[in-house]
């Protein structure tokens, strides 16, 4: 991956607010050719910076859906457990996001619900039975400040 520089950021700061601008866009806004543009963005993505581009996608039924953030501990921390919980973990449609994590819980999940009753049905038909549980601590959103797609990219220092 080669260092990015100031035009370098503000490509990407300006892909990040509307992935689908167009390159003689994207030229303009940087002040760049369209042609020097459109080889900063092409070392950008085979340099593995941009990985890719994708729709953000948000239905009605999530605009009025519950974000519920679960941590969870498993009985052992062995590949058995682990492989058995991450297959498990897999198959849970509600599941949008699952981490593996280091400290005091071993997965951090977000789990999209209809409302707080919808969970209780995840909770116990789902997230109870998944392998090798021990503990499942649950936490519920009251509002989301950064969304997906919404983070800054970082200015180079000095």
Known sequence: MHALDALDHKILRLLRKDGRMSNAKLAAEVGLSPSACLRRLHMLEHSG????????????????????????????????????????????????????????????????????????????????????????QSSFAIRSVVRPGSLPVEEPAG
Do not use: M
């Open 49 to 136: 910076v941009i990985r890719g581009y994708t729709a953000i996608i948000e239905t009605a039924d999530e605009e009025r859906s519950v974000t519920v953030i679960v941590q969870i501990t498993l009985e052992r921390q062995t590949d058995e457990y682990l492989r058995r919980f991450d297959a498990a973990v897999r198959r849970c449609p509600e599941v949008r996001e699952c981490y593996l994590l280091s400290g005091s819980s071993d997965y951090l999940l977000r789990v999209v619900a209809q409302d707080p009753a919808d969970y209780d049905r995840i909770y116990k038909d789902s997230l109870s039975r998944l392998p090798g549980v021990q503990r499942i």
